[in-house]
């Protein structure tokens, strides 16, 4: 199974020096995204990329468009919606790629073999933009919702007993 998260660099690292867009289709490899919606695994991914030589180094500009699937945090229904992630990373080729960094982090995604995956990114990139608490487009099922029953089924406008002794004072 190839990812469509993974590209090839090497025509473009060593080529011309000019960006070279590239459009990649294929099924997710794992679930992406927040627990009530999300990219699931095996869905079809579309990745329209443009990928420009850095020297050594290759900056991705990408497109990702993916259906999600989900529910809905009021009403439950199932949500299925298509989203686009906006991709913008810079890949070194090599270690000497950023020059003056005296901290031992790796700020900038290595390329392995001349190749270079994205996924990381998109998975950040849908933590960032996705909804915590997806709801429905316009009008939710769950807002037509009767308020919450007492026990014997009437309306529960009992007053909270912790209160009960304030009553007193009005």
Do not use: Y
């Not at 011309?16 to 627990?35: A, D, F, M, V």
């Not at 909804?131 to 029953?149: I, K, L, R, Y």
């Amino acid at each position: 199974m190839s990812s469509p998260f993974v590209f090839d660099c090497a025509a473009v690292v060593r080529g011309s020096g000019l960006p070279e867009h590239i459009t990649q289709t294929g099924p997710c490899p794992e679930r992406i995204g927040l627990p009530m919606i999300a990219i699931e695994p095996g869905t079809e991914v579309t990745v329209d990329a443009t990928l420009t030589p850095l020297g050594e180094g290759v900056m991705v500009d990408a497109i990702v468009e993916a259906p999600l699937t989900g529910q809905c945090a009021r009403c439950l229904a199932e949500l299925h919606p298509t989203q686009e992630f906006r991709i913008h990373e810079v890949f070194s080729a090599s270690d000497t790629f950023i020059q003056g960094a005296d901290s031992g982090e790796d700020d900038v995604p290595q390329m392995v073999d001349d190749t270079l995956d994205i996924l990381q990114s998109v998975v950040d990139v849908a933590g960032l933009e996705l909804p915590f608490n997806p709801t429905c487009e316009g009008e939710c099922v769950g807002s037509d919702v009767p308020a919450p029953q007492g026990i014997a089924g009437e309306p529960n406008d009992l007053p909270d007993p912790r209160w009960a002794g304030l009553e007193k004072f009005l």
